[in-house]
């Protein structure tokens, strides 16, 4: 069904209070209320929010995106007080990642009160995935409709999150009842999400902002292990790992090693690939742009590589320039999966559908 979707220029100000935005948030507050779809900005990338509680709002998420329905969607609440009603009692270290990272990229998987979110939700899992924005407007979008918000990214599934209103646009004009512009997201990858096992152990599921060295420093007696330790052994705990996120159209490769030595293959592929007549791009830090530019179609710059707090977000508006202009062939460089670098990489690996040349 075609939608008139509205687009709401909201101007975020981090020093106004949330009621500052009662006004401009007034018809996104009313959609969301009549269980309508409506994209708002985060910290991390927009979303698609929905009444949690409400079946046929959720689904109308799931149809928007092009969902699979085994996936499961994170809820967004304000404050600690609107998550009571929705989860069961649970460990008393998640209570302390809540106090220590909340609002924040972090997503913490809980218990879910039956009866008191909508099944589509949690897909049948007996947990839900909670996270509270550090975005004003989100925020405030919560607070005055007085709705949990089911939102998962705002793309269509299987394109890259979005970090601009503009590619919620892109992706869902017409199939949602409006979206919030509140400017550029600021981390630019999705939020981390963890659970807290039986053991006392953080267990991540999904990389994200809130980082393994930021959460050692937290918690320094604290284990945490990692999903991808664990992929090889086990069907993964994320419903979302198992699918094939953020892939551009054209064919994205990852070049690993020594940096002469990445320079020197992606040189030569560049070559070839122009000779076969293929249009060819190229990810790099900006330290290295010049060594690619003259064979390469295009050639985008992820930022300074001593800081990939840029990288992260510029990434998936990366891919999407790539997409728009039809490259074919899209060769990048990596980086040190350290820090915020952990899930740069994640992302990058999935989207190449983990195709990496490693050099030695
Ligand atoms: O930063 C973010 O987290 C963004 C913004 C909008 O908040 N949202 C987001 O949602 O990335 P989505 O739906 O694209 O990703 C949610 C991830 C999926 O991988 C899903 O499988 C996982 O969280 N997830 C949700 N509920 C879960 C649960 N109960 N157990 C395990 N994984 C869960
Ligand atoms: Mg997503």
Redesign the pocket.
């Known amino acids: 069904m075609n939608k008139q979707t509205k687009v709401w220029k909201v101007f975020s100000d981090e020093k106004q209070e949330a009621h500052h935005y009662a006004e401009k948030l007034k018809e996104a507050v009313a959609a969301l209320q009549a269980g309508k779809q409506v994209a708002f900005p985060?910290e991390?990338?927009?979303?698609?929010g929905a009444d949690a509680r409400v079946t046929s709002a959720v689904k109308g998420i799931f149809e928007a995106k092009g969902?699979p329905s085994d996936?499961?969607?994170?809820v967004?609440i304000a404050t600690k007080e609107q998550m009571t009603e929705l989860v069961l009692p649970y460990h008393p270290l998640a209570d302390a990642l809540m106090d220590k990272f909340w609002p924040g990229?972090l997503?913490i998987?809980l218990p879910?009160r039956p009866g008191s979110l909508s099944p589509l939700v949690?897909?049948g899992?007996s947990?839900?995935?909670i996270?509270m924005?550090d975005h004003p407007i989100a925020l405030s979008l919560i607070a005055q409709s007085g709705c949990p918000l089911a939102?998962?990214?705002?793309n269509r599934s299987g394109r890259p999150?979005p970090t601009l209103a503009s590619h919620v646009f892109e992706d869902l004009q017409g199939k949602v009842a409006g979206i919030i512009d509140g400017g550029a997201t600021g981390?630019g990858?999705?939020?981390t999400?963890l659970?807290v096992i039986d053991t006392g152990h953080i267990r991540i599921?999904?990389p994200?902002?809130v980082t393994i060295p930021m959460l050692q420093e937290a918690f320094p007696n604290i284990e945490i292990i990692t999903e991808s330790e664990l992929e090889s052994k086990q069907a993964p705990?994320?419903?979302?790992?198992k699918y094939t996120?953020y892939a551009p159209q054209g064919q994205l490769t990852l070049v690993e090693g020594k940096q002469e030595l990445v320079e020197k293959y992606i040189h030569e592929q560049l070559i070839r690939n122009k000779e076969q007549q293929y249009k060819v791009g190229v990810l790099a830090f900006e330290e290295h742009i010049a060594a690619y530019s003259a064979e390469a179609d295009i050639v985008l710059s992820l930022g300074s590589i001593h800081q990939l707090e840029q990288a992260a977000m510029k990434l998936y508006a990366a891919l999407r320039q790539f997409d728009e202009l039809d490259v074919q062939l899209i060769w990048s460089e990596v980086c040190e999966p350290v820090g915020i670098g952990e899930a740069l990489m994640n992302r990058l690996l999935k989207a190449a559908s983990h195709q990496m040349i490693h050099l030695l």
């Open positions: 985060t991390t990338v927009y979303g698609l969902r996936n499961p969607l994170i967004h990229p997503t998987i879910v949690t897909a899992l947990t839900v995935g996270r924005p939102a998962p990214s705002a999150s981390v990858l999705e939020s999400v659970e599921l999904r994200g902002g705990r994320s419903p979302g790992m996120h």
